[in-house]
């Protein structure tokens, strides 16, 4: 782990996936954060120009995933502004020695973790909580003539998805027709 500034980033086993963890200053009143700042971020190895900046609103149970873009590939700062979700990144470059390999880690509210994805990973998330508001911030315009995925539960990947008491998870219909990721 590396502290920069108000941060703290920890690397992860699939390389340039790091999960980042701001200083809060809290006092009486509330807290405050960073949440991100450029040249701090760029001595810690991410060097990303925010081109657009998403937000989602998901209830429990809601599985989004798992995208990515081939010819536009995003970058992307994902994190919690409310409620709790398992956030997930697999390795989809070419060559890559961690090639369809997984990375999931919980942020929430209350954790205030951010998950930096770097281009050429697939991205998704289950919502734990009653509901979750999840903020993107991407290094690329979307291209969604460009976008493609694998389904959420591909056996090849081995996701351990938290699904609670087994329950099978909320998917739009766009994500239920995903096939497995193509080795």
């Known amino acids: 782990m590396d502290k920069i500034g108000t941060f703290t980033f920890a690397k992860t086993e699939l390389e340039g ?3 980042i963890e701001p200083h809060i200053f809290s006092d009486p009143r ?3 954060m960073e949440g991100f700042h450029y040249d701090i971020f760029k001595k810690a190895g991410i060097d990303i120009q925010v081109r657009q900046m998403n937000m989602s609103q998901s209830v429990q149970g809601v599985l989004r995933g798992m995208h990515y873009q081939e010819k536009y590939p995003q970058a992307k700062l994902v994190k919690v502004l409310r409620g ?3 956030d997930v990144a697999v390795d989809v470059r070419k060559g890559s020695s961690t090639y369809g390999r997984w ?3 919980i942020l929430s ?3 205030k973790k951010q998950l930096f994805i770097p281009r050429g990973f ?3 998330f289950l919502v734990l909580s009653e509901k979750a508001e999840f903020l993107y911030m991407v290094d690329n315009d979307y291209h969604p ?3 493609v995925g694998f389904i959420w539960n591909d056996p090849s990947i081995g996701i351990k998805w938290p699904l609670m008491d087994g329950m099978t998870p909320l998917l739009s ?3 239920r027709l995903l096939k497995p990721l193509e080795r």
């Open 17 to 19: 996936l790091m999960i």
């Open 84 to 86: 709790e979700i398992f």
């Open 122 to 124: 697939a991205h998704g």
């Open 30 to 32: 509330g807290y405050f």
């Open 103 to 105: 990375f999931g880690a």
């Open 109 to 111: 509210e209350e954790n």
């Open 173 to 175: 219909d766009k994500d």
């Open 145 to 147: 003539e460009d976008e």
